[in-house]
């Protein structure tokens, strides 16, 4: 079945560092969301991404979606200790089936 | 924006017994509902998809016997874990768009079922 493979499984930086965590996938992809789970929270919606190369930003957010629509990618450029989380990519196939596959996940923590 | 509420946020129960997870649409109807499960420190893992009116689709491994779902109305699904056991233990979450196609999931707090 569909497979994301999300890297890495864990991220620690020092605040004020950049952060990347990428998604790829075997399959053309429909479209890319990307969500934020914070500690003992529920996943929060950050971002769709449809076109092929698209490229969106929110704030120190920066998100991208490959030219072949297989891959994905979140740049967070210096980082908060408000930004601490798991950011998970969801990918819907194509064939506009409405459920979506999880990444595993990218765990982000930040020492102040 | 789309909210939707879950029910209860946790639960102790006992190995055996039968717990029920609630799960609303607050302001706006789903036709389709997502039942995910998340261990601890892992990625959300799709269970069932609870469609209104009709029965739910599970994915592959999933039983169903044991995880019922009812989707009765636009505003709420329901799952309840059967004879739970210790195993059962991990944080339900049900998500539901608010339009059709790929637009994007909103979840409900989770609930955090601890079986005893």
């Known amino acids: 079945g569909q497979q994301v493979m999300q890297i890495p499984q864990y991220q620690h930086v020092q605040e004020g560092e950049d952060f990347t965590t990428y998604c790829n996938s075997s399959?053309?992809?429909?479209?890319i969301q990307w969500y934020k789970q914070r500690p003992g929270g529920h996943p929060v919606f950050l971002i769709q991404?449809?076109?092929?190369?698209e490229v969106k930003k929110q704030k120190r957010l920066t998100f991208q979606f490959g030219e072949a629509k297989k891959n994905s990618s979140l740049h967070i450029t210096a980082t908060q200790t408000t930004d601490v989380g798991t950011y998970f990519c969801?990918?819907?196939?194509?064939?506009?089936?409405?459920?979506?596959?999880f990444g595993q996940g990218t765990r982000l923590t930040i020492n102040p | 924006g789309a909210v939707v509420s879950q029910h209860p946020s946790w639960v102790i129960c006992k190995s055996g017994t039968s717990v029920k997870i609630e799960c609303r649409s607050l302001?706006?109807?789903?036709?389709?509902m997502f039942w995910y499960r998340q261990f601890p420190k892992q990625s959300l893992m799709l269970m069932a998809t609870?469609?209104?009116?009709?029965?739910?689709?599970?994915e592959q491994g999933v039983e169903k016997d044991k995880f019922l779902i009812n989707h009765a109305s636009l505003t709420l699904s329901t799952l309840t874990v059967t004879s739970a056991h210790p195993e059962d233990s991990s944080f339900y979450i049900c998500?539901?768009?608010?339009?059709?196609?790929?637009?994007?999931?909103?979840f409900g707090n989770g609930t955090r079922l601890t079986v005893t």
């Open positions: 998500s539901a768009r608010n339009f059709l196609g790929n637009s994007p999931l909103h």
């Open positions: 399959t053309t992809l429909s479209n």
């Open positions: 991404l449809v076109k092929s190369g």
């Open positions: 969801a990918a819907g196939p194509r064939g506009g089936a409405q459920k979506l596959v």
């Open positions: 302001d706006f109807q789903a036709t389709t």
């Open positions: 609870s469609n209104e009116g009709s029965k739910a689709t599970y």
